[in-house]
């Protein structure tokens, strides 16, 4: 059986390094999207979300 859908189709993968900082998950790009550095927050909760205040280093 053939595959379907999106996963089908030819794409490029992107090459990433997860770190784990305290309180984030960090992924690190290699190229073609060298320089792209995501982190990502685990909240759980509304109270959590307001409460939340990203670090100076993290910017939007």
Do not use: H, N, W, Y
């Not at 900082?21 to 109270?47: H, N």
């Amino acid at each position: 059986m053939l595959p379907t859908g999106l996963a089908s189709l030819p794409a490029a993968v992107p090459v990433k390094k997860r770190l784990s900082v305290p309180s984030f998950g960090v992924d690190v790009f290699e190229p073609p999207l060298r320089g792209l550095v995501l982190a990502e927050a685990e909240i759980t909760s509304d109270d959590e979300a307001r409460a939340f205040v990203p670090s100076p280093e993290c910017l939007a």
